[in-house]
Structures are given as structure tokens and as C-alpha cells.
């Protein structure tokens, strides 16, 4: 019987960079020494089959009849009645509220807190006020995770958090999954592509932080210069309507493709030629690792874990964050260019393989459940 049961805590069981990490965590670690439990705080979202199909409780910490009490009184029984040994949080909304229902049972259940991303003022609305919450809320798990070194850096030099309390774990994909060259003809013909038809690409929230404003600015000159060139925009966000507005002022509406929600994202990354990712902020983005994975050069501002993952003109192009002219020089210079873009292209993918394979990732989690077990 597993001796580990371990509780994951999200805002909401959905399709998301943190979902398809803790999916990962779950199908590499197995159910030998683990019970696996995934929470949202405020629904199941769209992931509760997958999870259940790996053998996952799902909760909806939201749905009054799980429990008495209210949302705190809810989780704090739910971790009693499965005698849940780690609570593993994945948000700030998260890690507040799992921190109350472990109030005074410390000794008998462990804080664990991935931290996806250091959120920045000008992220998002009432950016200051998120991110001084945000800082609050690292203070207050046993042990937080960073997705990526240069983040781990950052929170141990906050004062009063000892580096001891971090460790820094890559987030990682299962490689081969994302690798489907076949489906680019049928891909494109979905979309009335010609083969020869230059794509970029983006994909993930259409949100404020994502900066693709940058994107849209940058492919003006880039469809000046190639006329049958498309942009296809993956997912969706609260940003959209007005990015929409932008490409219509713009005069590229036409050439713009949104696709909206898709979980086809190896089939889509197979139709493109060039992959973009101009945020203002990021953790470790799994977006530019599926594309480098697929085998597509990738274009990404210099900023979070990227340099991590991309050795600039060696395994990708890092331009600098906030600049559309940066941008689209980057996206010009590698259609002009296909020989300089397919050798990207393969050390991109080479890089990706050998150094964020999942079982990396999956293997350092497991030895921090096991140090965090092994308190109690």
C-alpha cells in the first residue's frame, strides 16, 4: 500500500503549464509509493478525467457537499480523513488557503510549494499589490520548489528565506510526445496553408504579461516582406478582444489565425516554421520547450529560465524583453535564412532532449517528497 499520499492544490484542475506538470509528476512517479489526490479550489476544470484516469482522486474543494464547514474547514478534513502526509501547492491563491487548513498540524502534514512564476507589478491589474502577496505567500510553505535556477537564486535572497528551504527543480516534458513531423501537411491544410506558406507561431495565454501586442507589432514588417506569411496565435485569455482590435488597426487581421483552445499542440507545432515567445515575464516556459522538442527554431525574450534553455545563435535566438523590433529582425532573419533556422531547429530539439527529459524532473521531486516524509 503507498505510504505517501500526497495532495496537489490548484486553483482550478485545468489544461495549464501547472496541470500538465503535475500530470507528469503523477504517470512518472507511478502509485507504488504514492496515493495521488488533485484539488481545485475553485472547480475541477477540464483535466478531472485525465487524472482519475491515472488513477488520481479529484476534488472540487469548491462543491459544498464534499465536506462541512467552509473552504478551509473542507481542506483541513479532506487531509485528515486521507491522512495526506504533503500538501503541494501550485499558486499564491493555493498556498494561502492550504497554509490555514495546516494551521497547528504541522508535524503531521508537510508545505510543499511549486512556484511557477515570480509575478512582477506590471504583470496583470493590481499588479503591486499581487506581487507583494505573491512575496508574502513564500514565507509561509516548509519548502518551495522553483521551476528554474535563476529563479531559485531570486527567492533565496529574499530576507529571511534560508537557501536550505529551496531547491530548484527544471520543469521538464516527455519529449517524443511533441515530435510529429508527418502531421505538418495535414495540419496546414486545416488552416488553407499552401506548404510554402512561412508560419509563426505562439502559444499559451493570450494575457497581458505574454506581451503578444510585441508579436503582432513585429510581424508587420515580416509580412511586408513575405505576403503569404500567417501567424497563428494558440489559446485563450482575457487580452484577446483587444489584441484582436490591435491586428485589425494594424491591417494584418487577415494574416492573423486564432485558433482558440486546442490540446492538438504537437500537431500545431508540427505545421509551423518559427516558434515565438515574447513574454515580459516567465518561470521556465513549457511552451519553448514543446516547440524545441517538435524541432522548431524558437525565438524568446531574455527573460526567467529561458537562457537556461536557449545558448543564443547555438540552440535558439534571445532578444531583448519589450522590443518588437527585436522581434521581428529575429523572425525575418531566420525565414531569410533556412539553413541557419533548420540547424536551430536540430540543436534546439538536441538540447531539449538531453537536458528536460520528464524523468529528471520527476526523480528531483521524488527526493524532495521523501526528505519532506521523512520530518514527520
Known amino acids: 500500500m503507498p505510504d505517501i499520499a500526497i495532495l496537489h492544490l490548484m486553483n482550478a484542475v485545468g489544461d495549464s503549464s501547472i496541470g500538465r506538470i503535475i500530470q507528469r509528476l ?12 488533485v484539488g481545485g479550489l475553485r472547480g475541477p476544470g477540464n483535466m478531472g478525467l485525465d487524472f482519475s484516469g491515472l488513477g488520481t482522486q479529484v476534488v472540487d474543494f469548491s462543491d459544498q457537499t464534499i465536506g462541512s464547514g467552509n473552504l478551509i474547514g473542507r ?12 500538501v503541494h501547492t501550485h499558486s499564491p491563491l493555493a498556498i494561502l488557503k492550504a497554509a490555514r487548513a ?35 505567500t513564500l514565507y509561509l510553505p516548509d519548502h518551495l520548489v522553483a521551476v528554474s535556477q535563476k529563479m531559485g537564486r531570486q527567492i533565496a535572497a529574499y530576507p529571511g528565506i534560508k537557501a536550505s528551504r529551496v531547491t530548484a527543480i527544471q520543469n521538464a516534458i516527455d519529449c517524443e510526445s511533441y515530435y510529429l513531423p508527418g502531421q505538418r501537411d495535414d495540419c496546414r491544410s486545416e488552416f488553407g496553408l499552401a506548404p510554402d506558406s512561412p508560419l509563426i507561431g505562439y502559444m499559451g495565454r493570450i494575457e497581458k504579461m505574454k506581451r503578444l501586442d510585441l508579436l503582432l507589432h513585429a510581424f508587420v514588417p515580416v509580412l511586408a516582406r513575405h505576403p503569404q506569411a500567417r501567424l497563428m496565435i494558440i489559446g485563450e485569455g482575457k487580452s484577446k478582444p483587444e489584441l484582436e482590435a490591435i491586428a485589425e488597426r494594424l491591417g494584418i487581421s487577415h494574416a492573423v489565425i486564432w485558433t482558440g483552445f486546442r490540446q492538438d499542440i504537437a500537431r500545431l507545432l508540427a505545421a509551423m516554421d518559427v516558434y515565438v515567445q515574447p513574454s515580459a515575464n516567465e518561470g521556465l516556459s513549457l511552451s519553448i520547450l514543446e516547440a524545441m ?20 545563435q547555438q540552440t535558439g535566438i534571445l532578444v531583448r524583453s519589450g522590443s518588437s523590433s527585436a522581434i521581428g529582425a529575429a523572425i525575418m532573419e531566420l525565414l531569410d535564412h533556412p539553413q541557419k533556422r533548420s540547424a536551430l531547429a536540430q540543436a534546439g530539439r538536441n538540447r531539449v532532449v538531453q537536458q528536460f527529459g520528464v524523468q529528471q524532473m520527476v526523480d528531483a521531486y521524488q527526493r524532495v517528497y521523501h526528505e519532506l516524509a521523512s520530518r514527520l
Open 75 to 86: 481542506i483541513r478534513e479532506y487531509i485528515a480523513n486521507h491522512q495526506v502526509k504533503i
Open 293 to 312: 522538442a517538435a524541432g522548431k527554431p524558437v525565438i524568446a525574450t531574455d527573460v526567467g529560465g529561458a537562457h537556461e534553455v536557449i545558448t543564443d
Open 102 to 136: 495546516l494551521a497547528g498540524a504541522r508535524y503531521t502534514t508537510m508545505h510543499l510549494a511549486t512556484v511557477h512564476l515570480l509575478y512582477a507589478p506590471g504583470d496583470r491589474r493590481w499588479g503591486l499589490l499581487y506581487a507583494l502577496l505573491h512575496r508574502f
Open 26 to 37: 503523477v504517470r512518472y512517479s507511478g502509485d507504488q509509493e504514492y496515493s495521488w489526490h
